[in-house]
């Protein structure tokens, strides 16, 4: 079956960037969205088509597509910025969703 | 606001089934469909199908066909998924998902841009 692969963890300071990557073989044919998720809570979409930000969504997030890897940029990370960070797209022929491992971001 | 109100958490036996409901309001429930994504204990999501509130069409995953049922109650804008056959690695917290369709780039594409807070479900002998 279709995998996302995803860095485990992520650490970075207050103020500085976060990039987190995510992995797949299908990605320059499907789109790629990225979810936020801090614990017990659901998880809130933070990117989708690869690049669009949703409304109410801090402008410090970011994603960009090259080939067979998308990555989430957190520009300017925020305490509040921790939290579970997963991407999630479709297999090649957009039948069947899947998502990445997810990443731990940590803010030090 | 567009919210999703999902059922309470439930503990079910080995074999027995559970049907979690997912109520919408706030938007016109048959313009979009309705997604299911779970998540085991320390474990990360995990999809599991979805279903259009329009026509009822549905597409599952494949490691849950012939176990799963996805349905939708337009006249109360609520929409289920029913597992059967409960096994102890189905214990996950169940969440339901607005399912956006969208066009750009002369395709479509899909999208979960709102969630409800998940049902527990716990299988345990």
């Known amino acids: 079956s279709y995998e996302l692969t995803q860095p485990p963890s992520v650490s970075v300071s207050p103020g500085q960037t976060a990039r987190i990557t995510c992995s797949g073989d299908?990605?320059?044919?499907?789109?790629a969205y990225w979810y936020q998720q801090k614990p017990g809570q659901a998880p809130v979409l933070v990117i989708y088509?690869?690049?669009e930000r949703p409304s109410g969504i801090p402008e410090r997030f970011s994603g960009s597509s090259s080939g067979t890897t998308v990555t989430l940029t957190i520009s300017g990370v925020q305490a509040e910025d921790e939290a579970d960070y997963y991407c999630q797209s479709a297999d090649s022929s957009g039948t069947y969703g899947v998502f990445g491992g997810g990443t731990k971001l940590t803010v030090l | 606001q567009v919210q999703l109100v999902q059922s309470g958490a439930e503990v079910k036996k080995p074999g027995a089934s559970v049907k979690v409901s997912c109520k919408a309001s706030g938007y016109t429930f048959t313009s979009y469909g309705i997604s299911w994504v779970r998540q085991a204990p320390g474990q990360g999501l995990e999809w599991m199908g979805w279903i259009s509130a329009y026509n009822g069409n549905t597409n599952y995953a494949q490691k849950l066909q012939g176990r799963v049922t996805m349905t939708t109650d337009t006249s109360t804008s609520t929409a289920y998924m029913e597992l059967r056959s409960l096994r102890s690695d189905d214990t996950a917290v169940y969440y339901c998902a607005r399912r956006v369709r969208d066009y750009g780039d002369e395709t479509y594409y899909y999208y979960m841009d709102v969630w409800g807070k998940g049902t527990t479900v716990t299988v345990s002998s």
């Open positions: 299908a990605l320059p044919k499907q789109y």
């Open positions: 088509k690869d690049s």
